[in-house]
């Protein structure tokens, strides 16, 4: 029996805490892992209090590995414009900074394109009702973010901002996406 080979791509998105993208990107069928971490900045290595002064230029983001056989990425996409505001820059509910906004690191022109598409129909359609203020950004050096950042709804269910910002989240993808979804 010949082995099967899995192809593995890779997304890249920042739509503010990565605790809430973390926690529902895990929940994809077909997602391999998220890894929550930093992209887009200036400073080498930087760490969750340096991020957080929104001084560095980084955004809070997921690395999103996934099979594109069983998940495409224009369903991340469309995951991933349902579970937070794109139209409020630099800001998610009470989180407030750069480190917040709105962002799509594309490591190909495939993904360019159809994040593209994907925010111009969502204007076309204003399902919103404001203007998608998402950047498209080339991928640049991402960094994983620290240990315990990893699983953190996961592993603070009860914690408060996890019960009234991430879980309420994660409820919307399992409404809107249960065909996408591991649960």
């Not at 290595?45 to 590995?65: K, L, N, Q, W």
């Not at 998610?92 to 190909?108: E, K, L």
Request: glycine share 8%; charged share 20%.
């Amino acid at each position: 029996m010949a082995e099967q080979t899995i192809q593995i791509d890779s997304a890249i998105f920042g739509g503010g805490c990565f605790w809430c993208l973390e926690a529902v990107f895990v929940r994809i069928k077909g997602v391999k892992s998220v890894t929550s971490g930093y992209a887009g900045g200036q400073m080498p290595s930087p760490d969750y209090r340096a991020v957080c002064t929104g001084g560095t230029g980084h955004a809070e983001v997921v690395r999103i590995d996934f099979d594109p056989a069983v998940v495409s990425y224009a369903d991340l996409l469309a995951v991933f414009f349902v579970i937070h505001d794109p139209t409020t820059p630099n800001r998610q509910g009470n989180d407030v900074g750069t480190q917040y906004r709105s962002v799509i690191f594309t490591v190909s022109d495939d993904q360019e394109t159809l994040a593209r598409r994907a925010i111009a129909e969502l204007d076309a359609s204003g399902e919103f009702g404001a203007p998608v203020v998402t950047e498209v950004l080339p991928a640049s050096r991402f960094w994983p973010a620290e240990d315990y950042h990893r699983d953190y709804f996961e592993n603070n269910p009860n914690q408060p901002y996890c019960r009234l910002v991430v879980a309420p989240k994660v409820e919307k993808f399992r409404q809107r996406f249960a065909r996408l979804s591991n649960d």
